[in-house]
Every structure is written in structure tokens, then in C-alpha cells.
């Protein structure tokens, strides 16, 4: 089955571009980045940045925009059954080559697991001018990493 992802969340100008392989089954259904009760993204982000955590996505998406982020995903589309990434097949790259020119603010690309940094490295070529870092995914999947360890390290990337 063919899935696709969502428009980019940027904010005015930002610093750092995390980037993620393609929304599972239930974020395409609420229409939401990492709509997955489990997934741990959104719980990291409030964490590090000291805000209470809500479940309201506008004001997940603010968090992000006012800490200088953008948020896209690598895969514009793809064929994949179910919400794994390792069933990823025949992707469509977005066109992050296009957001990294018109934001040339961004300094940083963070990979939401390996199979974002994969698809990246496949469809694209890494610039000079920019710093890459993989970070352990987010995901319920990644079940080898606590939610305080996955806080710890992510942090050390985005402060």
C-alpha cells in the first residue's frame, strides 16, 4: 500500500531539521507527526524543553517552531505494509533539498533513527555546511532504549 507523508512544521528560521522515514499507520490516520500513543518523540521534546507535555498537536507543533525547529520526513511516499520501517519499499524522496535552500538558517539535520539517516544518505547528497547526527528512533519499535535514556542522548544533540 502506497503511504504518504505530511507537509513539513517549520518554524520562521530554523536552526535544526529533524527528519524521520515515514509516518506509521496511526499518525497517517490522525494526521499528526508520531500520532502513536508510544511513540516517545513528543515526550522527549516537552521533557528537554521544560514545557508541560499536551497531547493537543497545535501545540506540539508551536513547541517545535519555537525552538528553531522543522520537522518533515524523508519518504514523501512510499509502499509499505503496516507501520514498520523495514517494510519500506519504492520510496519517493521529499524535496529537502529545496526546504534546505529556501531555510538556509538550518545548520543541523537530526535522523530519527537509522532508516531515516538510510533514506537520506540513498536520495541525497550531505553538504559541508551542515552538521548530521543519527539519534536512537523514537519509535514503540525501539524498545531497547528507556524514555529517560532516549531524553538523555537526544538532548545532547539539540542543546
Known amino acids: 500500500m502506497v503511504k504518504q507523508s505530511f507537509l513539513p512544521i517549520i518554524a520562521s528560521e530554523p536552526k535544526i531539521l529533524i527528519l524521520g522515514s515515514l509516518p506509521g499507520d496511526l499518525s497517517i490516520e490522525m494526521n ?8 516517545r518523540f513528543w515526550r522527549i521534546m516537552f521533557t528537554i524543553y521544560k514545557e508541560d507535555f ?9 513547541l517545535i517552531q519555537n525552538n528553531h525547529f522543522a520537522l518533515w520526513d ?10 514498520m520501517d523495514v517494510d519500506i519499499l519504492d520510496v519517493v524522496p521529499n524535496k529537502i533539498d529545496e526546504l534546505l535552500k529556501k531555510y538556509p538558517t538550518i545548520r543541523q539535520l537530526i535522523f530519527n533513527g ?6 537520506f544518505k540513498k536520495h541525497f547528497e550531505q553538504k559541508s ?20 535514556r532516549l531524553i538523555e542522548i537526544w538532548k545532547k544533540a539539540l542543546i
Do not use: C, M, W
Open 129 to 148: 555546511t551542515i552538521i548530521y547526527t543519527s539519534l536512537p528512533s523514537t519509535s514503540p519499535a525501539n524498545a531497547q532504549f528507556s524514555t529517560d
Open 114 to 119: 537509522k532508516k531515516a539517516e538510510q533514506l
Open 32 to 39: 499528526q507527526y508520531y500520532g502513536h500513543p508510544r511513540n
Open 74 to 83: 524523508v519518504a514523501h511516499s512510499a509502499t509499505r505494509k503496516g507501520s
Open 54 to 62: 499536551s497531547e493537543d498537536y497545535q501545540i506540539r507543533e508551536r
